[in-house]
């Protein structure tokens, strides 16, 4: 199934008008012309291709906006914005924004079409034939986890959380790079959004779409990220891995929002996929799969640090495997591990008071 | 019930004349509401799309509301003359606001983060006007049209005055005769077709699968 989803048929003639799914925005501001104040200010970072970046600030931050200059729904006052390599505005508008999958909050799904319709929309402004639309369809549906029945229902006959699961269907629907999801979990009740989470991490696994992720919730930023920028009136305020950002705050202001001197929610806010993640940075080691003992519990990439602490103490082996859905044991996180987290932040708390004394 | 059965009467023994009456009725009423279509919904559409025109275009057919049908027809008739066409005129001008206001009402009433998932999805202007904004109108539109319909089709006995000829042809010649049964003869059926017809807009409007919104 991974490879159906990543291989779209090229004998077609659809232009890919972007090579990969990086994001490049250089010196990109936004004034809108009643307001004074720049709605994005003077902005540049590099997003690499296939990472989740989460865009996250209060409302109000200029994350919205900032990310609908990427499909063009706004346009930058000033600055640069490159897609693959490719300046945007040097491209067709329409190709681009049917190259980049865009899901928002309200889901907006067509009321007036089937859930089959719904989804086929991009590939049939495309002029995908309609075989290899059908086919995309029925495989979008199924990786979604709804049954083919779906397809001839109206969204309205759908709950929230079955129709903001179309809705990033049909953003997937013409296999993009780039995905844009602006506070798309939002609308949907707790339990729901956990599930929502968790399906769009496994997604992104399977895809390797670089994804653009808006949102309010420190909690959502943290459990989803690979990378979080942090925005505060309109400017970035800081740019990096969930752990840098617990480890490394840039600021008060980010101190306060993740309320990185609270240990325990220090822990809740980093999960095993970023601590993987930075060990695999670390060093190269490689870890020795051996047989899972029966009752020893294991961790899952999206289990936060203060679960594997609590895991850790009532089991009390360590390290414990990690194991993703398909039962594959992806490493081990440990006593040490989270010990080397908190660490890491005291060194840079102590570098502050170095930087205090002088 | 005397009179039901003196109008009935009345109806046998004028079968032919009834029934061309009912035909021009029915031709008058849905010449009227066809033109009126061709041209309220553009402009509707287009004025949905220009806001600021949209005050102005709708007052101007407004007012046009404001005349009486019978004033129309007589205003029509130094112009126009007597007969089927200025009759068309009048229930034309008629049918005109209800059509024109819901067709720019259902068009601007489209949800705007339906219309920011289709723009962002990469559909043209006219794509998203004639896959999204009009399609989910359609309600709308249709309510304008049932309303619009009911008023012709009632408002169109008038056009006996002038020499239209219809179904107002028996009420004008029983209101001359001070025969009420006779009148019946034309105002049952026209409440009738005029039910029937909000009726059949109704029923459309129920299979259409936007409409449960």
Redesign the interface.
Same mark, same amino acid.
Not at chain 1, 106 to 112: A, D, K, T
């Given at each position: 199934m991974v490879n159906a989803l990543t291989d779209a048929p090229s004998e077609t003639n659809e232009k890919r008008v972007t090579q990969s799914g990086e994001i490049v925005f250089e010196g990109v501001s936004k004034s809108f012309t009643a307001e004074s104040v720049p709605a994005v200010d003077g902005i540049s970072f590099r997003v690499a291709a296939g990472d989740l970046v989460v865009l996250l600030g209060p409302s109000g931050c200029g994350k919205t906006t900032l990310l609908k200059m990427v %499909?063009r @729904?706004y346009e930058p006052s000033q600055g640069k914005i490159w897609l693959g390599g490719q300046e945007i505005h040097t491209l067709p508008? %329409?190709? @681009?924004?049917?190259?980049i999958g865009?899901v928002?909050q309200?889901?907006?799904?067509?009321?007036?079409m089937?859930i089959g319709k719904n989804i086929s929309?991009?590939p049939r402004?495309l002029g995908w034939d309609e075989d290899r639309t059908r086919e995309r369809v029925e495989m979008l549906l199924e990786l979604i986890g709804l049954p083919a029945s779906y397809l001839s229902r109206?969204p309205?006959q759908l709950s929230g959380g079955e129709q903001q699961r179309v809705?990033l269907a049909?953003?997937l629907a013409a296999d993009p790079e780039i995905l844009?999801m602006d506070e798309p979990f939002a609308a949907v009740d707790a339990m729901n959004r956990e599930r929502l989470q968790g399906e769009l991490l496994e997604l992104h696994c399977k895809l390797n779409t670089t994804i653009l992720f808006v949102t309010h919730d420190v909690e959502e930023a943290f459990r989803l990220a690979d990378k979080i920028i942090v925005m505060r009136a309109g400017k970035l305020v800081q740019y990096g891995t969930p752990i840098e950002i617990v480890t490394q705050p840039a600021n008060e202001f980010i101190e306060e929002l993740v309320d990185t001197k609270n240990i325990l929610r220090r822990l809740s806010l980093v999960n095993v996929h970023s601590v993987l993640k930075a060990k695999e940075n670390l060093s190269a080691e490689t870890f020795p799969s051996k047989p899972v003992e029966k009752d020893t519990p294991v961790l899952h990439p999206e289990d936060d640090l203060r679960s594997v602490l609590s895991l850790l103490l009532s089991s009390g082996s360590d390290p414990l495997e990690v194991v993703n859905s398909s039962g594959e044991i992806l490493g081990n996180v440990g006593f040490t591990d989270l010990r080397n987290m908190l660490y890491s932040s005291q060194t840079t708390e102590m570098n502050k008071c170095n930087e205090l004394l002088d | 019930m005397n009179l039901l059965q003196d109008a009935y009467q009345y109806f046998l023994q004028n079968q032919s004349f009834f029934w061309q009456a009912t035909r021009e009725h029915l031709i008058l009423s849905f010449s009227a509401l066809g033109i009126s279509l061709l041209i309220a919904l553009p402009i509707g559409i287009w004025i949905a799309k220009h806001e600021k025109s949209a005050q102005v275009v709708i007052n101007v057919f407004n007012a046009f509301r404001v005349i009486p049908s019978l004033a129309i027809l007589f205003l029509a008739l130094p112009y126009l003359g007597l007969g089927f066409v200025p009759s068309l005129a009048a229930l034309t001008v008629l049918a005109f606001p209800p059509v024109l206001i819901n067709t720019y009402a259902g068009i601007r009433g489209v949800d705007a983060f339906v219309i920011e998932a289709a723009s962002g999805m990469g559909m043209t202007e006219s794509q998203v006007l004639a896959q999204i904004e009009i399609p989910l109108a359609i309600p709308a539109i249709v309510t304008g049209i049932r309303i619009a319909s009911v008023e012709v089709i009632s408002s169109a006995t008038l056009a006996s005055f002038i020499g239209g000829g219809g179904l107002g042809d028996f009420i004008t010649r029983g209101f001359a005769l001070f025969n009420v049964p006779i009148m019946l003869v034309g105002a049952v059926p026209v409440a009738l077709l005029a039910l029937s017809s909000e009726l059949f807009w109704s029923l459309l409007l129920k299979r259409y699968p936007a409409a449960g919104n």
């Open positions: %499909n @729904l508008i %329409n190709d @681009l924004r049917r190259q865009y928002i309200q889901v907006g799904l067509f009321p007036h089937t929309v991009v402004l109206y309205r809705g049909r953003a844009l | -």
